[in-house]
């Protein structure tokens, strides 16, 4: 299983209003909880976080 947060999430600006500041920092810290709660919950499923971030025209991700 594969989890991919992405940069510039508008749910946590406008929905959960977030301040841009600490968008990333909430980002990782609810990826990591899913990640915990997936491998809790699916023993034997491998599961990887990552974080999706636009680098100039290309979007690469980052494994958390």
Partial sequence: MVLIA???CAYYSQHLRIPDA???AEQLQDLEKAHSAARRLLPGVHVEPYM???I???VR????
């Fill in 22 to 24: 600490s968008i990333d």
């Fill in 6 to 8: 992405h940069q510039g």
């Fill in 52 to 54: 999706a971030k636009v």
């Fill in 56 to 58: 100039g025209a290309e």
């Fill in 61 to 64: 991700l980052h494994p958390v």
